[in-house]
């Protein structure tokens, strides 16, 4: 990835990705990937979090100050891993007066699979769903949505796929490992990329090209991506 000539050579961006068991932090630097770490964080998030972004910006020689913008993953993902991780990244936003950017869960996924081909990215939801989205990724530019991203419960699997497949002779796949067992039996010929949680690298890619173009959001203004429908009910609806 080339640096765009408004954009600094040397800039720098810091990404984080919190929206599962595995959080992640990742730094580039004119597009360049620098480095990037991960972490089972247990019930400590937000401090697993800020102290993997320390040692990482340490071993570069760099402190948060320092860095130009700050990118997130935005998700689907866990509610409350994904609403501290965004926190977090808006607070930093807002306190240094950094440029803040958002990047979605199937975005950072499909952003370090081959370019070109129709990829289904496929996330854990709750235990008897997935979110998925069918994704095209692209040599230095942002992936490109092939669908609506969905929230599908196992017994639907089927349905939607026979709705959103895209016509194409290669068909490729970046997800947890328990969505090939359900998807196999519907998409035997995929070609599958495992993964804990979405890359913080994905993350860091997608972000630089977002901060190139200049599509950053304000940080009082940036939610978390929620697709997963409400598990409380009110019967008779609103106003009973």
């Known amino acids: 990835m080339k640096p765009s000539p408004s954009e600094p050579v040397g800039a720098t961006l810091l990404a984080l990705e919190a929206t599962s068991t595995v959080c992640g932090v990742a730094v580039v630097r004119g597009g360049a990937l620098l480095g990037s770490v991960r972490v089972a964080h247990g019930l400590n998030l937000s ?28 998700g689907p993902g866990a509610f409350t891993a994904l609403k501290i991780g965004v926190m977090i990244a808006k607070t930093w936003a807002h306190a240094l007066g950094k440029p803040l950017i958002a990047v979605n869960a199937f975005e950072a996924c499909a952003a370090l699979m081959p370019a070109a081909i129709p990829t289904l990215v496929a996330l854990p939801a709750r235990r008897d769903a997935l979110y998925l989205q069918w994704m095209l990724p692209a040599t230095d530019a942002l992936p490109t949505p ?13 349905a939607w796929l026979q709705a959103h497949t895209p016509d194409a002779s290669t068909l490729q796949a970046v997800g947890v490992p328990h969505a090939r067992a359900w998807l196999e039996p519907y998409l035997p010929n995929l070609h599958w990329r495992f993964v804990e949680s979405p890359p913080p690298e994905g993350v860091a890619q997608v972000g630089w ?26 019967k008779g609806g609103v106003g009973g």
């Open 47 to 74: 401090g697993n979090l800020l102290h993997a972004t320390e040692w990482l910006l340490a071993r570069h020689a760099l402190c948060l100050a320092q860095v130009d913008a700050l990118a997130v993953d935005v």
């Open 209 to 234: 090209l977002r901060f190139q173009q200049g599509e950053t959001v304000h940080p009082f203004s940036l939610t978390p991506l929620y697709i997963q429908p409400p598990a409380i009910h009110l």
């Open 146 to 158: 092939f669908s609506e991203h969905a929230f599908v419960v196992r017994s639907a699997l089927g």
